[in-house]
DNA sequence: TAGATTGTTAATCGATTAACAATC
DNA sequence: TAGATTGTTAATCGATTAACAATC
């Protein structure tokens, strides 16, 4: 990355999605890519995309584009997907085993390495081959296990509590189902998904009938 | 709203937080709030509180603020969430069922009509009480019912397959939880979930060590 | 070399923040 | 009325786009 300048958060929410474009080429045997091909495909303009590969480095040779496969590693190695993450959810309903489920077969590098109930009818089982642990071993656990991610599929009311746990076990980052703003100390990352929030979003545009992305 | 004028998309994603927020006020009993105190609550300034709800009409009273109640009120109706919406789901699997199970329980006017498979040992089942049907009955069942948003829980290499079918028996919005980008009709709604992409960037800021939102 | 396309600087556009007059 | 807080205009900031010199 070029020295000390940092990067908007715009920009790192555009790189999984060049990502999945240049697998997709990668896939079709594509070697070679211009900003141009490349915004025709993605959407993104020309400017914008060779501004955001310019972040970080020149990717590029100049009268000649990009080396797809060469770029799609370039990308995966910023958003440190060259690395491995061990994971926990916490709350083995419908969302955490579909989210548990859907993790392991779809991303190689982020492992679930257990699941964490307060129902005691879940507690013991086993989903998807994947130990459903009670809450109470929840910091013990993380800490044992070197844990990196911690993934809360609880009720909103229950969510902040978890995180706090998570924090003090010593989690990077929290991956946020449950549709509360989370208070989490600076040194741990916080992404939200609030689905809710998104269907109300949709809900907007169908009623005023517009396209948007 | 305001006439004519075209709101941002980041206004209108800001929405769905607020009425959550307000929610919570409301819960609470409070029922007047100032933009000064929202903001040190949600975290945006009042100053853009105050703007994004001057796009569509002068909801508070000078020297006095917002009615909680009646804001909450009025940013629901925006969004259109004082309307019912008929809601099939493409993909019985995981994902699917949770979200089926999700959506029902937490977000009254969201109604899942019917779930919808190819794989023939779902077809005919009930889940949570809704109807898994072949994958060939999804156009006339949309065109039938009414159908106003299409989720798609498929794989991504059957997703857009899926949203020509359901952009061509009429439905209003796309809520898609597949990996692509979906191309759909102008007068098609597409709300992408991406969850991949999130947990990507989730990945990158965990590597650096930086809160974000 | 000539053509193509990058990397990068400069211009534009849009969104956020600040300021303040209007008014409850 | 005086105090508070909105609604709204103006200033700032940041992100996107355009332009072009560098260079493969």
Redesign the pocket.
Known sequence: MKKGSKI?N??IKRLPRYRRYLNELKRKGVDKI???ELSDLIG?????I??D??NFG?????????NVEALYNEISSILGLDKEYKMVIVGAGNLGQAIANHTSYYKAGFVVCSLFEVNPKLVGIKINDIDVRDCEELVPYIEDNSIDIGIICTTKDAAQEVADKMSFAGVKGIWNFAAVDLEVPETVAVENVHLSDGLHSLAYHINRNHYFE
């Open positions: 908007s715009a920009v211009s900003s141009r993104y303009t020309a400017s914008q060779r501004q590969l310019n020149g990717f590029g040779q100049q009268g000649y584009g990009y």
